[in-house]
T-cell receptor
């Protein structure tokens, strides 16, 4: 099976930097997604990492280490609108069927940004 | 372009009833997946479809079923509803067949079972 762990809640100050960690144990790993979900809204895509290393996209960066089963999402210059849940999702390729796969999500990290 | 559309947005059912939820993917997207989101369990994978074929299914009982039509629209059905089925049901679409990029989620259908 798959096991994905991320902190349940985090609090950070406006303007600061916060790192949200995600660890996973799974077979058939083929990439890791980060999604942002504001309360009552649909999840929206932030990043997709397949190879080891850091990918930067504006104020958000995502890092992956496949050998360690570890990823983090780094948010810089925090803004109040960044208060949301951040979902880590692992893509697992299922070789029982041609092209079949699934995303397994962590339970999400609720980030609260305070003034 | 229009996003992923899910209907109905909210619905209330009683135990034992059945429900059908609909998902219209973004135009041109051929892959659709469904997830159940609850506060305690987070997002859990239900099914994944590509070109009318179910390619993968999560660990849910047989009461949960789905299908995809030739126009890529998808439906999921839950029969003999239980209180624990109360959740937000999310649909996501992408160009397919490989999710190497962004999955686009709909706003979800919030089901309450009384």
């Amino acid at each position: 099976g798959q096991n994905i762990d991320q902190p349940t809640e985090m609090t950070a100050t406006e303007g600061a930097i916060v790192q949200i960690n995600c660890t996973y144990q799974t077979s058939g790993f083929n990439g890791l997604f980060w999604y942002q979900q504001h309360a009552g809204e649909a999840p929206t895509f932030l990043s997709y990492n397949v190879l080891d290393g850091l990918e930067e996209k504006g104020r958000f960066s995502s890092f992956l280490s496949r050998s360690k089963g570890y990823s983090y999402l780094l948010l810089k210059e925090l803004q109040m609108k960044d208060s949301a849940s951040y979902l880590c999702a692992v893509r697992v390729d299922n070789y029982s069927g041609a092209g079949s796969y699934q995303l397994t999500f962590g339970k999400g990290t609720k980030l609260s940004v305070i003034p | 372009k229009a996003g992923v559309t899910q209907t109905p947005r909210y619905l209330i059912k009683t135990r034992g009833q059945q429900v059908t939820l609909s998902c219209s993917p973004i135009s041109g997207h051929r892959s659709v997946s469904w997830y159940q989101q609850t506060p305690g369990q987070g997002l859990q994978f239900l099914f994944e479809y590509f070109s009318e074929t179910q390619r993968n299914k999560g660990n849910f009982p047989g009461r949960f079923s789905g299908r995809q039509f030739s126009n890529s629209r998808s439906e999921m059905n839950v029969s003999t509803l239980e209180l624990g089925d109360s959740a937000l049901y999310l649909c996501a679409s992408w160009l397919g067949p490989d999710p190497t990029g962004e999955l686009f989620f709909g706003e979800g259908s919030r089901l309450t079972v009384l």
